[in-house]
């Protein structure tokens, strides 16, 4: 299981959640506690809002412990919101472009988790993307697909119900295809003014996800609390959306959707 932490609020340096505190992203990428696999080794990544519509990114395929360029960054970097992950593979070789976070325009995306039967799965999901959003497509992993599915779906105008339809499709399909389904999903994703994360998984194992405010008036959303504060850390339950905007946070009830027709038509070609 991959670790990732998130920021929304007044611009902090990057360092904050990704090297400075006692259980930073670094120190999770080599000693997470709250995952299958204590070592999280196959690549990193940042990606930041800064005065452009559009995030900058930086991602490598090193382990992000022995990147002395990330440790550089983060310490020069501040941001306002900011996404950042390191990487245990599941689905997609060990290379640059299977790195989180994506981007895609103004969207920025990072996931925790996996669907099974991808390999089964990867065809028909594909088939379902325009011409836009598949040749947006640049890496081999699940977590970059499940993005443009959603962007497909419309993610762009409402964000949560258009996740909540592709992983009901992704569902749906899987059910079809193969008979069964499971998928673990925690994930964060931004336009670059509000942010959002989901909880869920089809089983009792949705990957954890914490919550602690931060800076002024900000909150970081981590895949495991950053230090031994307990009480400063609210765990979000598994079927949960997060929205993180300038009203503060908001926690609802997360559900995948099915649109009947969605999984039974792919999408025209533009």
Same mark, same amino acid.
């Given at each position: %299981?991959?670790?990732?932490?998130?920021?929304?609020?007044?611009?902090?340096?990057?360092?904050?959640?990704?090297?400075?505190?006692?259980?930073?992203?670094?120190?999770?990428?080599?000693?997470?506690?709250? @995952?299958?696999?204590?070592?999280?080794?196959?690549?990193?990544?940042?990606?930041?809002?800064?005065?452009?519509?559009?995030?900058?990114?930086?991602?490598?395929?090193?382990?992000?412990?022995?990147?002395?360029?990330?440790?550089? *960054?983060?310490?020069?970097?501040?941001?306002?919101?900011?996404?950042?992950?390191?990487?245990?593979?599941?689905?997609?070789?060990? +290379?640059?472009?299977?790195?989180?976070?994506?981007?895609?325009?103004?969207?920025?995306?990072?996931?925790?988790?996996?669907?099974?039967?991808?390999?089964?799965?990867? +065809?028909?999901?594909?088939? *379902?993307?325009?011409?836009?959003?598949?040749?947006?497509?640049?890496?081999?992993?699940?977590?970059?697909?499940?993005?443009?599915?959603?962007?497909? &779906?419309? %993610?762009?105008?409402?964000?949560?119900?258009? %996740?909540?339809?592709?992983?009901?499709?992704?569902?749906?399909?899987?059910?079809?295809?193969?008979?069964?389904?499971?998928? +673990?999903?925690?994930?964060?994703?931004?336009?670059?003014?509000?942010?959002?994360?989901?909880?869920?998984?089809?089983?009792?194992?949705?990957?954890?996800?914490?919550?602690?405010? *931060?800076?002024?008036?900000?909150?970081?959303?981590?895949?495991?609390?950053?230090?031994?504060?307990?009480?400063?850390?609210?765990?979000?339950?598994?079927?949960?959306?997060?929205?993180?905007?300038?009203?503060?946070?908001?926690?609802?009830? &997360?559900?995948?959707?099915?649109?009947?027709?969605?999984?039974?038509?792919? @999408? %025209?070609?533009?």
């Amino acid at each position: %299981m991959c670790r990732w932490a998130a920021y929304r609020g007044q611009p902090i340096y990057l360092e904050e959640l990704v090297t400075s505190p006692a259980h930073s992203l670094i120190e999770q990428s080599h000693c997470a506690t709250r @995952a299958k696999t204590a070592t999280n080794a196959d690549g990193f990544g940042i990606a930041w809002y800064g005065d452009r519509p559009e995030p900058g990114r930086f991602r490598d395929v090193l382990p992000a412990w022995s990147d002395c360029n990330l440790k550089s *960054m983060a310490r020069q970097i501040r941001s306002r919101l900011f996404l950042a992950h390191v990487r245990a593979a599941t689905h997609g070789s060990t +290379r640059r472009d299977n790195c989180h976070p994506f981007v895609c325009d103004t969207w920025s995306f990072m996931h925790n988790g996996q669907i099974d039967h991808f390999d089964r799965l990867r +065809r028909s999901m594909e088939s *379902m993307l325009d011409d836009e959003h598949f040749n947006a497509r640049v890496g081999t992993t699940d977590s970059e697909l499940l993005f443009l599915l959603a962007l497909q &779906f419309g %993610m762009r105008e409402r964000p949560l119900a258009a %996740m909540a339809e592709a992983i009901g499709f992704v569902e749906q399909l899987s059910i079809n295809l193969t008979g069964s389904v499971k998928v +673990r999903f925690t994930a964060a994703f931004s336009d670059g003014h509000t942010l959002y994360a989901v909880r869920y998984a089809t089983d009792a194992y949705a990957p954890t996800l914490f919550a602690a405010p *931060m800076g002024a008036g900000g909150h970081c959303l981590v895949s495991e609390p950053l230090n031994d504060d307990t009480d400063a850390w609210m765990e979000i339950p598994a079927g949960s959306a997060v929205t993180l905007s300038e009203k503060g946070i908001e926690v609802t009830r &997360f559900q995948p959707s099915v649109d009947g027709a969605a999984v039974m038509k792919p @999408a %025209m070609a533009s």
